[in-house]
């Protein structure tokens, strides 16, 4: 039997409606809006570059509005008992995840606790350095929760990846499920704690599943986010391998969970039952480099006809598009690119540059405008 097919134009609304995009923001977001922007997309990714905000606040706002930081802040490292919703972990990459996520990722904790799975320099930690990380563990168990700085072997290390031997250790323990984030400094920095003491014990006895069935729903979490999807997008939301994509793949289509479609220029195409089609999506939205909508670049690519990098790392001279590049979504398509600074002892939001897109119609100039007052305004610069 043949295909379906299903044209670019809707594949795109089916993915931005999958993503939140389309609907009417909320007057006054708040939690309700924050924690249904969570069920859509599974998670915010974390991120250390704050020359606009922090990655992790900003998908909410894209689709949402000027909602309250605070509230964030609130559920994912709450101070007080049953505030908490959401923890750190692995996902995409760092990231802040609900809670009903935690048994899905235990095989990912027991792989990083055997040495199967991390990066090779914290590998050591599982196994010849396992002793000295147990002693680590250990003065936690006793001390309370602790931050890298906190342990003399760091002092004079800083910078995201001017890791100690020290840091590797914590990070370790933390990718093997042993520690957990307990909250952040103002910093930003990472105060680690015993995971039993931070992640509620009701979700701590939620029966691990076997790991083809974790694999098998997190795949059905990437499609229900993406809405229509190729196999290595679904791999790539929550970075699972191929031999653990495929099987699960496999059995959400025979169970009719995935439907297999076509859509022109692309290898195979996934469509989750429950995706919806819309006929229009009228958007306007600033998305982070780290938004789920475009942080897998190849998918961007293909949906958008939007070739998209960040440059962060790159030397300022050979920059193309700036240094911290929003692309900017109007209607169903992405028509710019603006590089953004927040000046906060200015308290002004600088605009570096602003690039538009070939496609970009006659009224993006005003509706980019009214987004970045927007923006200003929610993050209280002018």
Do not use: C
Not at 149 to 160: L, Q, T, V
């Amino acid at each position: 039997m043949a295909l379906e097919r299903i044209g670019l134009p809707l594949a795109r609304r089916i993915a931005l409606a999958a993503q939140g995009f389309g609907a009417k923001r909320p007057n006054a977001p708040g939690q309700v809006h924050l924690r249904r922007t969570l069920d859509r997309l599974h998670l915010f990714q974390i991120d250390s570059v704050n020359v606009l905000a922090r990655a992790h606040y900003l998908p909410a706002y894209s689709r949402l509005g000027g909602y309250d930081r605070v509230e964030l802040d609130r559920i994912a490292w709450g101070p007080q008992r049953g505030q908490r919703r959401l923890f750190e972990y692995w996902a995409h990459e760092a990231s802040l995840l609900p809670f009903h996520l935690y048994p899905l990722l235990r095989w990912r904790m027991a792989q990083a606790d055997r040495g199967a799975a991390g990066w090779s320099r914290m590998r050591l930690y599982a196994t010849e350095r396992r002793t000295e990380a147990m002693a680590v563990l250990e003065r936690i168990r006793s001390e309370g929760p602790l931050a890298a700085s906190d342990f003399e072997a760091h002092k004079g290390h800083s910078g995201w990846w001017e890791w100690s031997d020290t840091k590797r250790t914590l990070e370790w323990l933390f990718w093997a499920g042993h520690i957990t984030t307990a909250a952040r400094r103002g910093s930003f920095e990472r105060v680690y704690d015993l995971t039993e003491r931070v992640i509620p014990e009701a979700v701590l006895a939620q029966p691990t599943p076997a790991d083809a069935e974790a694999h098998r729903a997190l795949i059905e979490h990437a499609a229900t986010a993406h809405g229509i999807a190729t196999g290595s997008d679904l791999r790539d939301y929550f970075r699972l391998s191929p031999a653990q994509a495929g099987p699960a793949i496999e059995a959400l289509a025979e169970e009719g969970v995935l439907i297999a479609v076509d859509v022109p220029g692309w290898r195979q195409a996934w469509l989750h039952r429950d995706a919806r089609r819309p006929r229009r999506v009228e958007a306007q939205a600033l998305l982070s480099p780290f938004d789920p909508l475009v942080w897998t670049r190849a998918r961007t690519e293909r949906l958008f006809g939007f070739r998209y990098r960040i440059e962060i790392y790159v030397p300022a001279e050979k920059r193309q598009h700036g240094y911290y590049v929003l692309p900017f979504l109007l209607g169903d398509q992405l028509v710019a690119r603006v590089d953004l600074k927040a000046d906060r002892q200015a308290r002004r939001l600088i605009v570096q540059s602003i690039h538009l897109e070939p496609n970009a119609p006659d009224h993006t100039h005003v509706a980019l405008q009214a987004e970045l007052q927007s923006m200003a305004g929610w993050l209280a610069l002018n």
